[in-house]
């Protein structure tokens, strides 16, 4: 069987690569609905560099205590040497590491960032605009940056483009994903199921242009099954990946 690629999002892969080849300081937003791959299109422009260095934490929806938990379990993943950056024991602390993580080179990454729109953050956040506003000034010296990614629109909007909003204004770079084209659904079933019109069709009818979906049924190993075969694995099974969502559509 082939081994699943990165399908599709050529045009924002290249100007992704191009942001992080400056090595010049960046605050890139990210956003789109939840499986469209916003964290498989960073983790591929990074690949493709090959040698750079990365910190990705996703944020919990919890409060202070669960966030900077979640970061210093990321730092000691992405072994991030604690001589040198100490691990945040509170807020204070985490904004002025994310800071001195860009400064260091780091491209920082942060899931889920629009948890940070939650009650008990604004204090936080005002911490990130004076950080951003510090790496911007020196913008030419600053070789890292950070990426925010974020699946629930109106929260980032909030956070990141409302007037009254700290970061209001700070982002470099925007990037929206939308689903997969066609012709990258088509490459998809090229490489690893069949192009017959009635595929496309079926599936396009059930996931639309989600990538994780169809990877779903690629580990499923049942892209190029019949019809029932497919319904049975990727939804109505105990262990079914997609259960959840097929439970949610049903009640609606």
């Known amino acids: 069987m082939a081994q699943w690629g990165f399908y599709g999002r050529r045009d924002e892969l290249d100007k992704i690569r191009k942001m992080l080849k400056r090595r010049r300081w960046f605050f890139a937003k990210i956003t789109g609905r939840r499986r469209i791959g916003k964290t498989a299109l960073i ?6 560099l090959g040698d750079r260095k990365v910190f990705y934490v996703q944020i919990p929806d919890s409060g202070d205590a669960g966030v900077v938990s979640a970061v210093n379990d990321a730092l000691n993943t992405f072994a991030v040497p604690s001589d040198r950056h100490a691990r ?14 860009a400064e260091d080179g780091y491209i920082v990454v942060l899931d ?52 009254s909003a700290p970061l209001y204004n700070r ?12 012709a990258s659904i088509l490459t998809i079933l090229r490489e690893h199921a069949d192009m017959e019109p009635e595929r496309l069709l079926f599936l396009w009818s ?12 690629y580990e499923q190993k049942v892209l190029r ?19 959840t969502e097929a439970d949610n559509w049903f009640l609606r």
């Open 225 to 243: 099954a019949s019809r029932p075969t497919l319904l049975r694995h990727i939804f109505f099974e105990s262990s079914s990946p997609l259960r």
């Open 171 to 182: 982002v470099t770079h925007d990037f929206e994903l939308h689903h997969l084209d066609i």
């Open 88 to 101: 945040p024991r509170n807020l204070v602390e985490l904004a002025k590491l994310l800071e001195a993580l």
């Open 43 to 48: 983790q591929q422009a990074i690949q493709e």
């Open 206 to 217: 059930l996931f639309e242009g989600v990538p994780k979906f169809y990877r779903d049924c």
């Open 112 to 163: 889920e960032f629009q948890y940070f729109n939650r009650k008990g953050f604004s204090e936080f956040c005002s911490l990130l605009q004076a950080a951003v506003d510090r790496l911007a000034d020196r913008a030419g010296r600053v070789p890292g940056g950070w990426v925010v990614l974020g699946s629930i629109h109106n929260e980032m909007v909030a956070l990141l483009e409302d007037r």
